[in-house]
């Protein structure tokens, strides 16, 4: 692959289409700490081993972003990797890991994450550490689903971050609804607690309505 791609770190940021995310509200370690796509080359791929899927990924970021986008000031230069088990049991973990270099030198980003499905339960989670030029950075959250019919689900979502200093450590809680009343057109709502206001995180009512077209 060559040209733009979002950066494979954790499962968030490759699936965040409105349509297929639970909440209209992201957690912050899946924007803050990393640019969300990169312009260069990737090899990925797949092989299977007995009872599941091995996936791979690695690539390099030497190329700036198209003219007009993006909408945040991307790295000098980025290089990485990912790799992701998918038990046919119903369960995956992957792990992975970001450099990029910016004005003040390297920074390393090493990521952990697991998703389980079974019958109408699924639990989602992510971890990231963050490392280097200044920024040192940490955050994790698990987001539950339970599909209370076929079409209307309950999400649940804890997430902790600790911000680079001086801002304070922010807990939130996210509690919503995910309608689904076609397969192509989703109804979300969701309440959002915050032991803390910032730019970063915003407590708050939020809704949308996404389309898969």
Do not use: C
């Amino acid at each position: 692959r060559a040209g733009v791609f979002l950066t494979p770190v954790g499962r968030w940021n490759v699936i965040h289409i409105a349509p297929l995310v639970w909440t209209t509200e992201q957690p912050i370690l899946t924007e803050l700490p990393f640019d969300p796509n990169l312009t260069g080359v990737m090899i990925h791929g797949a092989i299977f081993p007995t009872g599941g899927v091995l996936r791979y990924a690695l690539y390099d970021q030497f190329a700036d972003p198209i003219e007009g986008n993006p909408e945040f000031e991307a790295a000098e230069h980025s290089l990485g990797g990912r790799l992701e088990y998918d038990a046919d049991a119903g369960w995956s973990v992957g792990a992975s890991y970001l450099a990029s270099r910016r004005d003040d030198g390297w920074n390393h980003l090493g990521g952990l994450d697991l998703l389980w499905r079974h019958d109408r339960f699924e639990i989602m989670g992510e971890l990231v550490v963050s490392e280097g030029a200044g920024n040192s950075q940490w955050g994790a959250y698990v987001q539950g689903v339970y599909s209370l019919t076929d079409r209307l689900s309950l999400v649940q979502r804890y997430e902790h971050y600790a911000l680079p200093a001086p801002d304070p450590h922010v807990n939130l809680i996210t509690l919503g609804l995910a309608f689904r009343p076609f397969p192509a057109v989703v109804l979300k709502t969701e309440y959002v607690i915050a032991d803390r206001r910032n730019s970063e995180a915003s407590p708050g009512l939020y809704a949308s309505m996404a389309t898969l077209f």
